[in-house]
């Protein structure tokens, strides 16, 4: 059995590949309500809990960690809460498929790799840092089977709560004005969420893949103009881009938490941001949806 915790875009791309594949699936929220094909059953459970967490994942093979607490709240729950899991996992004697995003590398110059160190000096850089020497360690010393698989900024059906969410695409499925994050001329890998699902389920069926972390694959990054273009051109409309640095999204974190939490994680958008998926495509031979199909596709479920 295939347990995917998390009912948002990754844990639901995570499901559509699972399903293509013909594999058995359960997916497990705080809710336990999510809209799904027949056949997929939906359970609640507080992750944070840990004999719910045992609970939940008392019969799985492969558990795919696609949840997290609160953005806002990552300081005070992220640790504990995977700790939570992991001990679910480790009862179950599960394989555990862990989806990352970059922030433990901290600011690079060049290109992103999984061999840099992790030299994060933000709050949430050294959280996500913290998370995966622990799991890494568990691997090392024989108690968990765990593999983690990262994405940079994500992109496409269903995803909203993103740099590059509805709230970008919306505007431009109407012809209207965009808002982007720091300089729009620089160099930013988006990640196709449909690419991300189908890379942790490769993961998780090779023996190989375990005991590391792998940057899933990516299409060829362009400016976030040149992102944002490609989606208006699309769309039929000419492209109107307005940008967003640290005053606007202090002004918005008056009214949102999520948007005052982003502010440290704004130099990725100040500088090149290119991350390096080749490992993973070598090894496993799977390459990234082309960034025009990608964007077509995530248009479209604007309608």
């Not at 992109?155 to 720091?182: E, Q, W, Y």
């Not at 964007?295 to 479209?300: G, P, S, V």
Request: aromatic share 8%; with cysteine; hydrophobic share 40%.
């Amino acid at each position: 059995m295939n347990v995917i915790l998390g009912t948002g875009p990754l844990g639901m791309a995570v499901m559509r590949e699972l399903l293509s594949r013909g594999e058995s699936v359960r997916l497990v929220s705080m809710s336990g309500k999510a809209t799904v094909p027949s056949g997929v059953r939906v359970e609640k459970a507080d992750l944070m809990d840990k004999d719910q967490s045992k609970a939940i994942m008392k019969q799985a093979k492969v558990v795919f960690q696609c949840a997290q607490p609160p953005y806002q709240k990552w300081d005070e729950l992220f640790l504990s809460f995977q700790d939570s899991i992991v001990s679910g996992a480790m009862t179950a004697g599960a394989k555990l498929v862990v989806a990352e995003n970059l922030y433990m590398y901290g600011q690079v110059k060049g290109n992103i790799h999984e061999s840099l160190p992790y030299t994060a000096t933000t709050k949430k850089g050294e959280i996500r840092a913290e998370m995966s020497r622990r799991l890494l360690q568990l691997h090392q010393e024989g108690k968990l089977q765990v593999t983690m698989g990262r994405g940079a900024d994500f992109f496409g059906p269903d995803v909203h709560n993103s740099s590059v969410g509805s709230r970008l695409f919306k505007p431009i499925m109407k012809g209207k004005a965009c808002t982007v994050m720091g300089n729009p001329d620089k160099k930013h890998t988006y990640t196709f969420i449909d690419d991300f699902g189908k890379a942790l389920v490769v993961l998780s069926q090779n023996d190989d893949a375990f005991g590391r972390a792998w940057h899933v694959p990516n299409a060829a990054t362009v400016t976030t103009r040149e992102f944002v273009e490609i989606a208006y051109r699309l769309a039929g409309f000419p492209a109107v881009i307005r940008t967003m640095g640290k005053g606007m999204l202090r002004l918005g974190g008056l009214f949102i938490p999520a948007a005052r939490e982003s502010i440290e994680m704004l130099y990725q958008f100040e500088q090149d941001f290119i991350v390096d998926s080749s490992p993973f495509s070598k090894r496993f031979g799977l390459v990234a949806t082309s960034l025009e199909s990608a964007l077509a596709k995530t248009l479209d479920a604007q309608k």
